[in-house]
């Protein structure tokens, strides 16, 4: 164990969440290292929808006006069913900034912030031991024998967090709804504008966003089949499926994925999300331990908004260190640490609850086929998200 390391706060998991988590910390004067157990850092799925709630987050920190010369404002969308042609208005972009950013430009500038050495790369965190009764650090056990003591572990690794079962929150839970993600490079303009366009066609839904004037990410939502897992394996597969199953929808449509670059396509055969009632009744830490992202809360992209709720959960859990590590008056920093975690808890809980809640009855909706369940989720969201954007008008405060 490097002596060193027992000062600092511990981050596994370098994608979105991990990375903005180190870089809130560094802008509020804390040391953290990243563990991240890909030999580099990874942008999966092409693009990220960052919506008004995570363009605040970004600004507190201080990389949204470099981010904002990547992509384009999304200032109006339309909601269009292939069958009848019938258009409708989505409230995307009357809420405020809207944007669709490359996933690499996003990881590409929250790692160029962050001090030298802060991110190390080929670092697997197989096991923790919490003493959650003593005074004692955790101990973070690395896939080559290393073990660390830091004062403050946050598990930034996905939905399938080793982190989590440590804070008690176990399984995740998929729907059966399938995503395919891609890109398309228009020579001339692209004839989109600044508009986000979702097609529907019995239960198949294709949304587009323009990146610039002549780039556009695409997505697709579907039923998922027996055979998405091979075909995820293969990004030829994944065009012809996508191709396949968006059968009369406009030709433009058609041509778009015919068109899009092969690399860029992604399939997420398991949609996974964690249950909004186990969010409820679980702590978000223990000991000196706690979780952000979605390790602690991943939740199917049906509001697209896991990606800004991590950035909240960053900018959030800064400030909570920041204003309790400050003040620390035991030797061991220990109480200071806790304070600091249960304030982040208490800050996060009924956010990430009621997001994930939406989410969930958004994505129950489209994927079920039973009309009584349809029908409940509903009057759910008539009930209780009548407005649709509420959840991007969230202000996760100062940094
Ligand atoms: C199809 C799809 C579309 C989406 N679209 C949007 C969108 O438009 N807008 C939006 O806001 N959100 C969207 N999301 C959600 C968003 O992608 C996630 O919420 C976000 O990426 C979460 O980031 P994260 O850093 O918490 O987790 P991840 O991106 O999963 O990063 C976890 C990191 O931890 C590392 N790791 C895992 N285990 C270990 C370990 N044991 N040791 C060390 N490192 C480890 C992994 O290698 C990885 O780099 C979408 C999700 C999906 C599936």
Redesign the pocket.
Known sequence: MEKSEEEKIVI?????????TALALHRKGLESIV????EK??A??A?????PN?WRALHQLGIASKLRQTALPIQSGHYITVKDGKHTGLPVGNGGECR?LR?SDLMKTLAEELPPNTVRLG????SIKVDANTSAYSILH??DGTMLMPRVIIG????????ASIVGLNSSRHFSTC?I?GVTHYQTLHPFGTAFYLFDKDGVRLGLLPINHNDVYW?L?RKLTSTDSMVSKDQRLIKESTVEAIKGFPNHITEMINNSDVDSL?L?DQ??YRAPWDLLRTKFCKGTVTL?????H????FL???????LEDAVVLARCLSQNMGISLDPTGMKAARAALDQYAKERKMRVFWLSLETFVVGTMHDTSALLVRGLCIITLIILFRDKIANTRYDCGRL
């Open positions: 596994v998991g370098g994608g979105i969440c991990g990375l903005a563990l991240e157990k890909s850092l990874r999966t799925g693009c990220i929808i960052m919506q995570g669709c996933r670092c697997k965190v197989v690395l896939h930034c690794d996905g939905v399938n967090s080793v982190v995503a993600r997505f939502t992604h997420t949609m996974r952000a992202g979605d390790a602690l991943a939740m199917a992209p697209a908004q896991g990606g800004s709720a991590s």
